[in-house]
């Protein structure tokens, strides 16, 4: 079956980075778009960005250009998110997700990212 | 970016009742829009896409509709495992936007 499992929870601290893993199984990865959806604490979902593996080069939404890198990993099918500069608002549970016909299928089950000094 | 909003932020009803979401977008998406259910604890679930077509497996009480700017959400007979947070989602242009989210209650 489709699995997405992301790495565990993290506490970081303000100004520091942070890489989160999605690792994908039981659908083509180097074909699928692989998106990064975040969620504040009881706010709602907004779109990061997201790359299909295949061609490598990823799309970020405008608000996280330059301080959000997504990469992929064809040879073990997974993706990654890294936030650099993280302040305390980067503190929300990060979804991985692909896409498939503009429908985000299958997702992960989050991981949770603490920024706090 | 397209903006997405939804009404109401959050509602009460009772089983059996009938509820209705709407969304509005910032300008014309077609029917380029999802809905999704995200149950506490858990990550968003799709129910419909394309504004209208109900994913594989989700129960027929769930509808959409519209097209261009203005969709609607539909659960005909609410059940109490309905319970939940349900969003609007736009793909007819990147970045990828969805509405504020609706709380359903009973």
């Known amino acids: 079956q489709v699995q997405l499992v992301q790495s565990g929870a993290e506490v970081k601290k303000p100004g520091s980075s942070v890489k989160v893993s999605c690792k994908v199984s039981?659908?083509?990865?180097?074909?699928?778009?692989i998106t990064w959806v975040r969620q504040a604490p009881g706010q709602g979902l907004e779109w990061m960005g997201r790359?299909?593996?295949?061609?490598?080069?990823?799309s970020y939404a405008q608000k996280f250009q330059g301080r959000v890198t997504i990469t992929a990993d064809k040879s073990t099918g997974t993706a990654y998110l890294e936030i650099h500069s993280l302040r305390s608002e980067d503190t929300a549970l990060y979804y991985c997700?692909?896409?498939?016909?503009?429908?985000?299928?299958?997702w992960g089950r989050g991981t949770r990212v603490t920024v706090s000094s | 970016d397209i903006q997405v909003t939804q009404s109401p932020s959050s509602l009460s009803a009772s089983v059996g009742d009938r509820v209705t979401i709407t969304c509005q977008a910032s300008q014309d998406i077609r029917h380029h829009l999802n809905w999704y259910q995200q149950k506490m604890g858990e990550a968003p679930k799709i129910l419909i896409y394309d504004a209208s077509i109900l994913e594989t497996g989700v129960p027929s009480r769930f509808s959409g509709s519209g097209s261009g700017s203005d969709f609607t959400f539909t659960i005909t007979s609410l059940q109490p495992e309905d319970i939940a947070t349900y969003y609007c989602q736009q793909f007819d242009n990147l970045p990828l936007t969805f509405g504020q989210g609706t709380k359903v209650e009973i």
């Open positions: 039981g659908v083509a990865f180097s074909t699928s778009y």
């Open positions: 997700a692909r896409q498939y016909n503009n429908i985000l299928d299958y």
């Open positions: 790359i299909v593996p295949v061609v490598g080069r990823p």
